[in-house]
């Protein structure tokens, strides 16, 4: 099984931490009680970010995928979409890799975490097949194809599960739209018509795409990887949106027609929103969990919601991000959220810029950091705290949307914006800016999305300029690609040098981007 890192408790506080920790790994989340039943065909598991969303009736992927529809065309060209997904998208093997040995092995900790005797397997585990599959009853009998070729029919679960996360986890349960979404008069309807009349999720706005995503790549209420299972053997969470949209190993089945060139800078930004909205909501959850008066309780704090580094450390004897990672920390304190909301004050002074509002607020945000980084946070007040940062940060959302759905390029970027905000970014992660300042902004869990910022605003520049990647820029973001990527067999980063990583960012300061090369 991948290691995290190693384990090592310091300065008491840890010990105090761990003593928690492994008391929570022995407790039981009612969300994972043991094999859920899917839910029914109309559940909605999804943010619904202001849109009154039709309750979806799935269909399954194979209604799909003829050839006329979506299982034909030329690689690349619309109609192909089906091809792309089965071929070169690893959502559809999600399903699958629940029967491998990993799963075996989370599976056969999961007893532990859930106190059972008996072994659920991985692919009839209620809480796996949430995001691994398309975990729902399907309505009524529908066709699939045998190994003989004969049509037959079934109505079991598994049938919908077994295509892994498919076209009807992102795009709303076919029912309401499958023999009318390809003539003119559904064609002619706006997305948020196509939405609430027919259950075709909103995927065009990318606020509501990215929330989408996250619900799987971040989780919520319904679907929950807390710190007992990344310490069962679940792979850890980084998900940035257009670092995930660029992944070698995925490839999208559209292009961005409605997006320029500074696509990526745009999609980066409301991303951080939309993926931060999904975390605090699914920090509610935690909170609201341990309140209810179950036994065992709901692990509290939640591990997870902290920065990893602050209790494991690599192996590497350099590589202790302790000494560069506080300020002036009060005993017992750990940094709140890093991994997905790091950049959100630059945004909020950038508000206008990208479209949220002149002076966006961000003070409940920093009212529910303060509350998460005491010793004991209370988890009455996180829970009621976090309702209204959702809202907070759903109005930003929101009045980007209004102006998005009249003009969906808006706001427009030139390059020499991206340039400055590159060099802005690189600058946030050398300082702090919280009011309190206990925590440097930068730390083995908020690089990541550092890099994947300064990688997303690159590539945006570059294809607004029209260059090719300078040679020093491109030496650079290898060198602190590198420092962030967990070695094979690792998932978490074991020859890290933090001073490194403070290096090649003071460098990008001042290193030129495509634009600025002279001719
Ligand atoms: C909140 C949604 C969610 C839940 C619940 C969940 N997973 Fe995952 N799982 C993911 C995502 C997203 C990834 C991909 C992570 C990445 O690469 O960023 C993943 C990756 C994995 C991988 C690695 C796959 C690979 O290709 O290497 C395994 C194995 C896995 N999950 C098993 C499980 C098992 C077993 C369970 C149930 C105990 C489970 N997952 C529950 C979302 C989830
Ligand atoms: C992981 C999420 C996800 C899955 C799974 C998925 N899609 Fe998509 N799909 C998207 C997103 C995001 C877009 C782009 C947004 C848009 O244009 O609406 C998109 C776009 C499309 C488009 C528009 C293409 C264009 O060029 O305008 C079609 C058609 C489509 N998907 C069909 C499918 C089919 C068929 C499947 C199953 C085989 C599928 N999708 C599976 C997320 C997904
Ligand atoms: C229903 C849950 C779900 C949704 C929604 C979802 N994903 Fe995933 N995603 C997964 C799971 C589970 C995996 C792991 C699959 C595997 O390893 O085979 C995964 C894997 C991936 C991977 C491969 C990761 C790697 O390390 O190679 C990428 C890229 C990705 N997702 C991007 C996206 C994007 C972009 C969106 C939104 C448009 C999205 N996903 C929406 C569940 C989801
Ligand atoms: C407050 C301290 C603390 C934080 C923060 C923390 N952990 Fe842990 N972690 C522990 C302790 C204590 C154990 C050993 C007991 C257990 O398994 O729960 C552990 C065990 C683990 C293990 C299994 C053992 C290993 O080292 O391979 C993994 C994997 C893991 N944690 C991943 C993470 C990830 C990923 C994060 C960040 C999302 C994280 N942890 C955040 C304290 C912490």
Known sequence: MPKFAQFIPFMGLALYFGALALLSFGSSDPAMSAREAPISSTGIRVPKLGYAL????????????????HGGGQPGKVGSEYNTWIEKDPHSRAYGVLFNDQSKVIARNMRLVKRTAEIV???KEGLCLKCHALNVEPPDRVPVETA??????????????????????????AGNYLTTHFQPPFLSKTTREKAEQHGLYPTKDLAFRVALCASCHVGNEHQDVNHDLFAAGHPPFRFEYTGYHNKPAYQP???????????????????????????????????????????????????????????????????????????????????????????????????ELFGFGAKPKLTELDELRKLMEIPRPDSEKVAKQSKTVLKELDDWLMRWQQAAERNPRYPPFSPEQIVR???????????????????????????????????????????CSGKPIPADLSKNLEAFRKQITPPPGYYGPRDQEPSEILRILKQLKSTPLSSELRP
């Open 54 to 69: 039709k309750e979806p009736v799935f269909r399954g992927a194979v209604s799909c995928a003829a050839a006329s529809c």
């Open 121 to 123: 397997p991985a692919h």
């Open 148 to 173: 003989t070729g004969e049509p037959s029919s079934v109505s079991s679960p598994e049938v919908f599960a077994v295509q892994g996360v498919s076209c009807e986890s992102c795009h709303g349960g």
């Open 253 to 351: 089945h559209w292009t961005e027609k409605a997006y320029g060139d500074d696509f990526e800078v745009r999609a980066w930004a409301i991303g951080q929103v939309a993926t931060a909205r999904d975390a605090v909501d699914r920090l509610r959850a935690r909170a609201e969990l341990v309140q209810r008066d179950e036994k065992p309780k709901a692990p509290w704090p939640e591990l997870a919601e902290y920065s990893c580094f602050a209790c494991h450390k690599n192996l590497n004897p350099k590589g202790s991000w302790l000494p560069l990672t506080t300020t002036n920390r009060a005993p017992g304190a750990l940094a709140w959220g890093r991994a997905t909301m790091a950049l959100l004050p630059l945004l909020a002074e950038k508000g």
């Open 421 to 463: 905000l590159f060099r802005e970014v690189a600058s946030h992660a050398l300082t702090s800016d919280t009011s309190d300042a206990k925590f440097n902004n930068l730390d083995g869990d908020s690089a990541v999305l550092y890099f994947d910022s300064l990688t997303a605003l690159e590539r945006g520049e570059r294809k």
